[in-house]
């Protein structure tokens, strides 16, 4: 590939076209200090196109000189018969030697190659050698993120949705899928507590062919997330036991009469009753915390009180 390095007039550059820009933003510190005090330590990779200059790798190097009112930047320019391929593994490369990518970045590496190579499929070998570890089941998810609403990228790029949660709302309408991205970039959970709002949501969805944006935007749901007085994880448990009680009546119902029943004993927060998960099997699990021998034997006589109260009969028979 023939190229030369030379001085380009920034009024030259054209940055409006992306065809091979991969760097996300969201996450990215700004570089507007750095190059003010040392200048560009990496020359930004054009390709000539006919009087103008395409970038094909410093999109951001040169967004930050135009700020800085530079006129010009020491480039690295490839001929306007440079093969798009070869350009598009010199801004994977290019990108690669800077830092690890995120899940969005990868994957516009894989529709860079993609498209570079005119359609064609990819061939493993092909990325890997540039750095990018993939294989085919990997590969099909990484085609899923660049299918999804800009919404869901901008939460993997956060670090707010994972991929595994992003192939399921892959499954939802747009809308839908934007309407749960949003709430769990206003407030993150973690990986299985989403994936249960997901799975409520879509159960609760096809059971009453309500659309999930219309579920999420219950009067309970808003006026928790809008609660200035209650923090994430209070929030989260809130929306969860609410979703839950929607898809399950029934098993809500029945906790509810558990836990009344539990109160009802007057054991105590030191003595607590767990239920079998869901109510399906007949095995409780009791917990006892106590710090001496008197607390021990105060917790027993508690116990052995609870178990002559009519109360435990109705409790253990209400599953």
Not at 103 to 132: H, P
Request: charged share 25%; hydrophobic share 40%; with cysteine.
């Amino acid at each position: 590939m023939s190229y030369k390095y030379d001085w380009a007039a920034l009024d030259r550059i054209d940055t409006t076209n992306s065809f091979y820009r991969i760097t996300t933003t969201q996450d990215k510190l700004s570089i507007d200090d750095s190059v003010r005090r040392i200048g560009l330590i990496c020359p930004v990779v054009v390709k000539e196109a006919n009087s103008r200059l395409i970038v094909i790798s410093g999109f951001r190097r040169v967004e930050t000189c135009r700020k800085l009112g530079w006129n010009e930047i020491y480039c690295r320019i490839l001929s306007n018969d440079a093969p798009p391929v070869q350009c598009a593994e010199l801004a994977i490369a290019d990108n690669l030697a800077q830092r690890p990518l995120n899940i969005v970045e990868q994957a516009r590496c894989l529709r860079l190659l993609t498209e570079a190579s005119s359609g064609s499929k990819v061939s493993m070998e092909m990325a890997n050698s540039l750095g990018l570890s993939l294989n085919k089941a990997f590969v099909s998810k990484l085609e899923t993120v660049l299918s999804v609403t800009e919404t869901i990228q901008r939460g993997i790029i956060l670090g707010k949705i994972g991929l595994p949660i992003a192939l399921l709302l892959s499954e939802l309408s747009d809308d839908d899928a934007d309407a749960v991205a949003l709430l769990f970039n206003r407030m993150p959970m973690g990986l299985n507590k989403q994936r249960e709002v997901v799975l409520h949501l879509k159960e609760v969805s096809a059971r009453d062919d309500t659309p999930v944006k219309h579920l999420l935007e219950d009067d309970t749901i808003k006026s928790t997330l809008d609660n200035d007085e209650l923090d994430g994880n209070q929030k989260s448990r809130i929306i969860r036991s609410y979703l839950k009680k929607r898809r399950y009546p029934r098993l809500a119902k029945v906790e509810r009469q558990f836990h009344e029943r539990v109160r009802e004993l007057g054991l105590g927060r030191a003595i607590q009753i767990m239920p079998p998960a869901n109510f399906e099997g007949s095995s409780y699990t009791m917990t006892i915390r106590f710090d001496s021998l008197n607390a021990l034997m105060h917790a027993n006589r508690k116990i052995a009180g609870a178990i002559d109260n009519p109360i435990a009969s109705k409790l253990f028979g209400c599953s």
